[in-house]
Structures are given as structure tokens and as C-alpha cells.
């Protein structure tokens, strides 16, 4: 059973920082590919930031270098580190697991989803 717990979340200021954590249960025999989505009322879910393998990242074009996804294994967690937020970045920001291959950016082709945690930026 896979489970995917975010918290983190809240509300800060144009320019501030927050960084979001996942915590996981995962078979632990496996090797997951973990992601951040976020989605704003009206759009659709979109990529924020993948880890996968021995540690590859890819970020949604939208990040330029603001955001930070890390992982650490002692505390299952995985982590999305946001400097510079801007009201643009105001979402339900989720994090998602898979154990194969899924095709990112796309959200359908990850298997896990934790509840979401708002992420909200005022200017």
C-alpha cells in the first residue's frame, strides 16, 4: 500500500520562499519516481519538478532555477524547495509516485497522489 503524505503549504509574500515535504510508504524492494504537480483553479495539472533514478531531475520550464526537488531516504521524504514565488505559483501543489516509468510531465501516467497541500503567493 503506497501512501504520499505533503504538508508545507501556506501563505507568503511575492519573492518569498517555502519549501514542501512528502513523506512516502513505499515498498522499499522498488525503485519510485517521485514528482511535484501543481494545479491553479481552472488550469490543468501541470509538472513541477521529477526525480528520477540515481538522481536526475527535470523542472517545469516555468521553475528557472527557483525550485529545488531533493530526496531523502533515511526520512522517506521528498522535498520541493520554492525561492522567488510569485502569484503565478498560487496552486494546490501535489506530490506523486510511480514504480515504472511514467512519461513526465504527465500526470496520468503517475500511479500515486498524496491530498495536496495550497501553496498561495500575494504580491
Known amino acids: 500500500h503506497v501512501q504520499l503524505v505533503e504538508s508545507g503549504g501556506g501563505s507568503v509574500q511575492d519573492g518569498g520562499s517555502l519549501r514542501l515535504s512528502c513523506k512516502f510508504s513505499?515498498?522499499?524492494?522498488?525503485?519510485?519516481?517521485m514528482a511535484w504537480f501543481r494545479q491553479a483553479p481552472g488550469k490543468e495539472r501541470e509538472g513541477v519538478a521529477v526525480?528520477?533514478?540515481?538522481?536526475?531531475?527535470y523542472y517545469g520550464d516555468f521553475v528557472k532555477g527557483r525550485f529545488t526537488i531533493s530526496l531523502d531516504n533515511a526520512k522517506s521524504t521528498v522535498y520541493l524547495h520554492m525561492t522567488n514565488l510569485n502569484p503565478e505559483d498560487t496552486a494546490m501543489y501535489f506530490c506523486a509516485g510511480d514504480r515504472g516509468e511514467p512519461r513526465w510531465p504527465t500526470a496520468s501516467t503517475f500511479a500515486y497522489w498524496g491530498q495536496g497541500t495550497q501553496v498561495t503567493v500575494s504580491s
Open positions: 513505499v515498498d522499499t524492494n522498488s525503485r519510485y519516481c
Open positions: 526525480l528520477i533514478g540515481h538522481g536526475t531531475t
